[in-house]
């Protein structure tokens, strides 16, 4: 089976840094994607990894480690539009389709 | 423009009525899903289709059919709707290589109510 976990709510401040986690158990990965969903509305496509290593897109940026099962989202110069959920999901090589971790709803503070 | 529209946006219906949630997209996509996502569950997945005619259930697939007739169009259709299948769903295009790497391109949403 799939296990993806990711903190459930983190908060920070507008201008600052914040990392988000995700740890995943996977058998056959093909890739880990985030995404990022304001409340009531559809899910939009941030970053993709497949390979170990950093993305960096904008204020945005993406790490993976394969052998640890791990990566994060990074978020810098945070905007108050940045308060959203953030979504990592997890492409197995068999499979077309993504299976999704929970969420993380991150909460930006003036 | 690049789009994934659904059809109805809300929906208030009763328990055993049928109902039919419309997806279309004009990405010549082959591959579509459907999901649902509910509170501390995430966005679970219901069925996909790898191209016409060629369906496979998800994670969440009991009390849901789709069909797959042509490549635009993947409609959801619940037979006997209930109430624990009151949620928010989304239908998502996915671009497969050498046009994109499986990222998902969602759909408005649609909020549905069983009463």
């Known amino acids: 089976g799939q296990n993806i976990d990711q903190p459930t709510e983190m908060t920070a401040t507008e201008g600052a840094i914040v990392q988000i986690n995700c740890t995943y158990q996977t058998s056959g990965f093909n890739g880990l994607f985030w995404y990022q969903q304001h409340a009531g509305e559809a899910p939009t496509f941030l970053s993709y990894?497949?390979?170990?290593g950093l993305e960096e897109k904008g204020r945005f940026s993406s790490f993976l480690s394969r052998s640890k099962g791990y990566s994060y989202l990074l978020l810098k110069e945070l905007q108050m539009k940045d308060s959203a959920s953030y979504l990592c999901a997890v492409k197995r090589e068999r499979y077309s389709t993504l299976t999704f971790g929970k969420g993380t709803m991150l909460l930006v503070s003036p | 423009e690049a789009q994934v529209t659904q059809n109805p946006r809300y929906l208030i219906t009763v328990t055993g009525k049928k109902l039919t949630v419309t997806c279309s997209q004009n990405?010549?996509?082959?591959?579509m899903s459907w999901y649902r996502q509910d509170p501390g569950l995430g966005l679970r997945q219901i069925y996909y289709?790898?191209?016409?005619?060629?369906?496979d259930k998800g994670d969440v697939p009991e009390g849901y059919k789709v069909s797959r007739k042509e490549k635009r169009n993947f409609p959801l259709i619940l037979e006997s709707p209930s109430p624990n299948q009151t949620s928010l769903y989304f239908c998502?295009?996915?671009?497969?290589?050498?046009?994109?790497?499986?990222?998902?391109?969602f759909g408005p949403g649609t909020r549905l109510t069983v009463t």
């Open positions: 289709s790898m191209n016409v005619e060629v369906t």
């Open positions: 990405m010549n996509h082959e591959y």
């Open positions: 998502a295009s996915i671009a497969t290589p050498p046009r994109g790497y499986y990222e998902q391109y």
């Open positions: 990894n497949v390979l170990d």
